[in-house]
């Protein structure tokens, strides 16, 4: 009986010493002390004030951000929970969900030519940019051929020598792309970019990066030169000057916004954290990433937007759950995790749909949960470049999802797709009652003119899947 009462004291202990701290960047002010951040009538202002005092927080607080107001930012989850009182942060008030973002709109340009306009300035230190939208919409990084032309914008490979050079029989000398990324189909489930050294008469000499070898007969294209905008909303970050070209023909762009942050959430080496009700958009990176060890982090009822590589990325955690959040644009994954990871009755839209600015990888997945233990449930995705559902490992779960449209920029692939790793026997591993449609597939830049997909495929050394009550229709 005293054993009882001695956690009830001690829950009872907690709860009362924790605080809620609130935040407004319309109201806030952060030059007032921490116990008046305590009241919604004078919450602090900045995430920059939120993060110099995270160290400060005790298991159990609450840090939240008034509906209605947008943060610029990142969020940098210093100090974790625990079990029994993670810390939250999640919104207070009433409409629409606060947003943390990273974009930067671009209000000065200047007309350098040809229908190229330049901003005036831009406001980051970054070196490489992977987001760019105009007026609420992705756009394409330049590039040459444009999509539209014959073989959907695909040059073909006459010769390579190794991964250092490909050969074009029919490329010009010139414009000199030297400096461009080369962009590769050396396989049906691959596509690669690399920087083009040196473009000497019809051949680019190519540095590290392919992680496939060229193939005669296969395409390429080139991306990433001011050589190549001539369409409208394409673009070209120059990382010297820090400054975007876009073409816009006469007149100037408008509506356009940069991702200057790589990340708006990072959880690292720390535990025990909910985050909740809160819209991330426009990370030049990755939008929430978790880089442990750590555990015991839930993410619910959150929106990540405009992701310019994954939505979340959880390297090395355990115990994620992802649940009731909707992800839109990630160019290259909406959620790349590991063991003992839920995700749960989420939206994927829109996931590595654009070729050239996916990730080196042969994977591009809408979700991607490959860990053991895992559940991936009652989830919708529509329209991803390739696999929607990638999983495997003992325990792994993929049940009640809804899959459509995928394999649009590479093939050989699947709805959902398990693979497994040489010499593993597996149990508890089940793909049961999902619904897959609409495989397009996409041979372009290759050899082959058949699409190939699949709707549920076991690959690599997979065994003892259960498969049971799925629908699979558009595909094989």
Known sequence: MKFCLIIILSFFLSSVSANTYYFSETEGDDARVASQAQNPATPWKTLEKLNSYFDKFLPGDSILLIRCDEFFGTIKITKGGDRNSPIIIGAYGSGPKPVVTGFTEIKSWKQIGKGIWESSSLMTDLTTLNMVVRDGDVQQIGRYPNINAPNKGYLKIS????????????????????????????????????????????????????????????????????????????????????????????????????????????????????????????????????????????????????????????????????????????????????DNTIVKNCLVRNTGFIAGMTQNNAGISAISNSGVNSVTEGNTIINTGYIGIKFGRNNSIVKNNYIDTFCTIKQDGGGIYAQGKRGEVYSGTKIIGNIVLNGLGAYEGTTTFNNNTVGIYCDDFMNNVEIDGNTVAGAA
Not at 159 to 171: E, M, Q, V
Not at 187 to 203: C, E, P, V, W
Not at 257 to 264: D, E, H, P, T, V
Request: aromatic share 10%.
């Open 159 to 338: 010769a390579n020598t190794g991964k250092n050079s490909i050969t074009d029989i029919f490329l010009k000398p010139q414009p000199d792309w030297s400096g461009a990324d080369a962009v590769v189909r050396s396989s049906q489930f691959s596509i690669d970019r690399a920087k083009i050294l040196s473009h000497n008469g019809n051949t680019l000499n190519i540095g590290a990066g392919l992680i496939y070898e060229p193939k005669y007969g296969f395409g390429y294209f080139i991306q990433n030169h001011p050589a190549t905008l001539d369409e409208a909303g394409e673009w070209y970050f120059d990382p010297v000057s820090k400054k975007l070209q876009m073409y816009y023909g006469n007149n100037s762009p408008s509506k356009v916004r940069i991702a200057s942050l790589n990340n708006l959430l990072a959880i690292v080496n720390v535990s025990d954290v909910e985050v909740e009700n809160i819209v991330f958009s426009g990370a030049n990176e990755n939008s929430i990433i978790l880089n442990g060890p750590g555990s015991g982090v839930s993410i619910r009822n959150c929106d990540i937007f405009f992701s310019g590589i994954d939505g979340i990325l959880s390297k090395t955690y355990h115990d994620l759950v992802v649940e009731g959040c909707k992800f839109q644009n990630a160019l290259n994954e909406g959620i790349s995790a590991t």
